[in-house]
């Protein structure tokens, strides 16, 4: 079999890593800063460093719920308890003031509930779709990437700390940067303060990330691409390009790069004082894909359920656009509001990350500033998913998508409330109760409401 371009290109990416961190003994750059942040000097040097570590436990369990029919996909009435683990460790190296590689490895075992099927938002982000068993359970290599920094005329330079795929130092606050190898998409886009994390942070996959952003990505969430973004003090333009599997929810890209990828271009505005940030967001990825309308006829006439794995065509288009809104309200940012808006066509095949075609989302997170435990805070937010006519007409007809299909559906939007409140416990453990509710499970009004209670510790360094 032919291999990934993209990807021969990250396994290189990787090995160029490897010999950065080999070579770290080599005198190259680093840059000191005076007391304004503004650029005052170059010395010899070299970094490379343990970026951080961290473990993440979640534990969940779906109480019984009403159903009056299952099907293959559909989430588990009887109800189901799961424990997961995610192991992480992540490096990086920078060579100059402009130039770093970062390397992470991580390792998730455990299983969500009910397989993590049945909804348009999942309860658990750490967790793998189904049909995953031959991926194992092993550590593997969820990053490999290199970033270089232009800085432009005028700058001045802002301090950054140590955090995972972050080099302490010195960031210009006007720069072009280019970041290449393997990532998430979703480490570069779509991100906001309030809602971005499932280790921290809302753990549905629609309260930390757009659901109808089909974002190009493996079975993992990870995938090979370059981003160029253009970051000035009160806006910033970024546009990036992704590899796109083989076949829904797969693991293996591919290699057509003219009729299988993703663009993403985004722009972020955060003008003035920086307390409201702005993010507008377009997409179109290109694959292997199926059109639920020609499913839909082709199951007519051969009088069988749909099947759009059975429909797939080569270089098949699919688009959406996404809105994401954060607002800072109070104790320095730390109490604050979110909301994102999302949509696709809702005509082609949903193929790399969730079932949803409609996504409106919004929150709430308040500081433990106001109890008197500064590090701690409590979160509250709401979600609502829907898919197009075609979509729903498909899985009303029997149709199966890698996460959805009751066998018959009686629709309405999927409906998901969550809260959870994060106890800091000394400098590096994070202990979270978090309860979702969900109306109308898997777009059904035949199903539910359902109820999943959760507990996660997250260990930190």
């Known amino acids: 079999m032919r291999r990934p371009v993209l990807l021969n290109a990250a396994q290189s990416t990787a090995a160029g890593i490897a010999a950065l961190f080999l070579g770290a003994w ?20 070299v970094a490379v460093a343990l970026l951080g570590a961290q473990i993440d436990l979640i534990g969940q369990r779906l109480g019984p719920f009403h159903s009056t029919y299952q099907g293959p996909n559909s989430l588990d009435a009887r109800g189901d308890a799961q424990v997961s683990q995610a192991y992480g460790a992540y490096a990086g190296g920078r060579v100059g003031t402009r130039f770093s590689a970062y390397f992470d490895v991580e390792m998730v075992r455990g299983a969500g509930i009910s397989h993590v099927v049945g909804l348009g938002g999942p309860t658990n982000g750490d967790v793998i779709r189904q049909g995953t068993a031959d991926l194992g359970q092993g550590p593997y290599v969820a990053r490999a990437f290199l970033r270089y920094v232009i800085p432009l005329r005028g700058t ?4 950054t700390g140590r955090a995972p795929d972050q080099m302490p130092g010195f960031v210009p606050t006007r720069r072009v940067e280019i970041v290449a190898g393997r990532f998430a998409a979703s480490d570069i886009f779509d991100l906001n303060r ?4 499932t280790r ?22 990870y ?20 590899q796109m599997p083989i076949k829904a929810n797969g693991n293996e890209f591919d290699s057509d790069i003219a009729r299988a990828r993703g663009d993403n271009l985004e722009l972020t505005v955060s003008p003035g004082n920086h307390l409201l940030t702005l993010r507008l967001l377009g997409y179109i990825n290109h694959a292997r894909m199926g059109r639920y309308g020609e499913a839909l006829l082709e199951g007519q006439r051969n009088h069988m359920p749909p099947s759009i794995a059975a429909d797939d065509h080569p270089g098949q288009a699919k688009y959406g656009f996404g809105l994401n809104l954060e607002q800072q309200l109070a104790d320095s940012g730390e109490t604050g509001a979110f909301l994102r808006a999302g949509w696709s066509d809702g005509a082609t095949e949903s193929f790399a990350f969730a079932e949803v075609d409609h996504h409106l989302s919004g929150g709430v997170q308040v500081s433990g500033r106001h109890w008197s435990r500064n590090a701690d805070c409590i979160a509250v937010a709401f979600l609502v998913s829907g898919l ?8 009303a007809e029997g149709g199966t998508g890698f996460l959805l299909g009751d066998g018959r559906l009686d629709y309405s939007v999927e409906e998901i409330a969550e809260a959870y409140y994060r106890v800091q416990i000394g400098q590096y453990v994070q202990l979270s109760p978090d309860v979702q509710l969900i109306r109308n499970p898997g777009y059904n009004r035949d199903r539910g409401p359902a109820a999943v209670e959760s507990l996660r510790l997250n260990f930190r360094y």
């Open 194 to 197: 309030y809602a971005n994390s």
């Open 223 to 242: 995938t090979n691409g370059v981003v160029v973004a253009w970051v000035m003090t009160t806006w910033a333009l970024r546009a990036g390009s992704f």
């Open 388 to 395: 197009g006519t075609l979509h729903r007409e498909y899985l």
């Open 200 to 221: 921290s942070q809302f753990m549905d996959w629609g309260l930390f990330q757009n659901t109808a952003w089909d974002f190009a990505a493996d079975t993992r969430g």
């Open 156 to 159: 001045r330079f802002d301090t």
């Open 26 to 45: 080599c005198p190259l750059h680093a840059q000191r800063a005076d007391s304004t942040g503004n650029s005052i000097a170059h010395a010899p040097s």
